[in-house]
């Protein structure tokens, strides 16, 4: 539970009575490989704590092909927000690319506490605007730069994600095919060398 008090406080610093409320509604779990935290045309009802692992955020357009919009990668809240705020189901799949441990709370739960604990709605505001801000820059990157300028910011933002994932992951996430991931990645190659 360190972890996601750090993490909160980094964010946006809650007083020690907001955590005396909120630390019982978070319980540890487990994600596998392969399992869903959010699934495609279900209601999403929990938000969670990433502490270690990583998990995409993808959909799957009609043709059946999947587009990985997101990765979070331990420490970062997961789960289906437009649909924790609408009620309604879910279009964008959270699924784990490794084994993950999660800390996962009701939302409805955690947000009936905002009216007494302003500090715990301040954080939650933080975060929206914060994914807002990287929605927002991946639309930009994706109009205004080339597959290999993409490729070069995917590696600043997750150093370390392309020895836990599959080069189809990358590829997806950065709009062009594995192909082409393959072609870029020689690229650099042979330009170290």
Not at 109 to 136: G, H, S
């Amino acid at each position: 539970m360190n972890e996601l008090k750090h993490y909160f406080n980094a964010i946006s610093k809650l007083n020690e009575a907001t955590w005396d409320r909120i630390v019982p509604y978070f319980k540890e779990d487990r994600l596998q490989k392969n399992e869903y935290f959010a699934k495609e045309n279900k209601t999403a009802h929990q938000i969670a704590f990433l502490k270690t692992g990583v998990v995409r955020a993808y959909f799957i357009n009609k043709e059946g092909k999947d587009y990985n919009k997101q990765f979070f990668v331990g420490q970062s809240i997961i789960g289906a927000y437009s649909s924790l705020l609408t009620g309604k189901t879910n279009l964008i799949a959270q699924q784990a690319l490794t084994d993950c441990v999660i800390y996962t709370c009701d939302y409805a739960a955690l947000t009936q506490l905002y009216e007494e604990c302003p500090d715990l709605e301040r954080f939650a505001r933080k975060i929206a605007e914060y994914y807002f801000l990287e929605k927002e820059k991946k639309e930009i990157e994706i109009v205004l730069l080339d597959a290999s300028q993409r490729y070069v910011l995917f590696k600043k933002e997750f150093p370390t994600l392309e020895q836990l994932i599959t080069q189809f992951h990358i590829a997806s996430y950065l709009g062009i095919s594995a192909t082409q991931l393959s072609r870029i990645r020689k690229q650099f190659a042979s330009k170290k060398s």
